[in-house]
């Protein structure tokens, strides 16, 4: 199971950025999958969330939600994550994850994280003029 998170980068305030979450060594399209970010000092906290199947059940942090978009190409095995209007406090590495089957869908970080099977690699984003 491999998770590798890429798209990252140095942008200004008010800018976009389009991660990406290229998954191998399992099918996708049966997972929920999940971002988690961790900014230097703080803890790991979870971003956004996405169901598996035909649901496309989304989550989101309220410190996110109508500037982050989640979204999923099972045919292409990758998650993406597109964040708009990026401020400063959005500085973090980035990370992918994946909850164990038999986790069901919710909006409660700490359920996913109970569940969890496997953490990507991050990317790191910076914010800043």
């Known amino acids: 199971v491999q998770l590798q998170a890429s798209g990252g980068g140095l942008v200004q305030p008010g800018g976009s950025l389009r991660l990406s979450c290229t998954t191998s060594?399992?099918?996708?399209?049966?997972?929920?999958i999940g971002w988690f970010r961790q900014a230097p000092g703080k803890e790991r906290e979870g971003v956004s969330s996405i169901s598996s199947g035909d649901d496309d059940l989304t989550n989101y942090a309220d410190s996110v939600n109508g500037r982050f978009t989640i979204s999923r190409d099972d045919a292409k095995n990758t998650v993406y994550l597109e964040m708009n209007s990026l401020k400063p406090e959005d500085t973090a590495v980035y990370y992918c994850?994946?909850?164990?089957?038999?986790?069901?869908?919710?909006?409660?970080?700490?359920?996913?994280?109970?569940?969890?099977?496997?953490w990507g690699q991050g990317t790191q984003v910076t914010v800043s003029s």
């Open positions: 994850a994946i909850p164990r089957l038999g986790y069901v869908f919710t909006d409660k970080w700490a359920d996913f994280l109970s569940f969890l099977a496997s």
């Open positions: 060594g399992f099918s996708l399209n049966y997972y929920d």
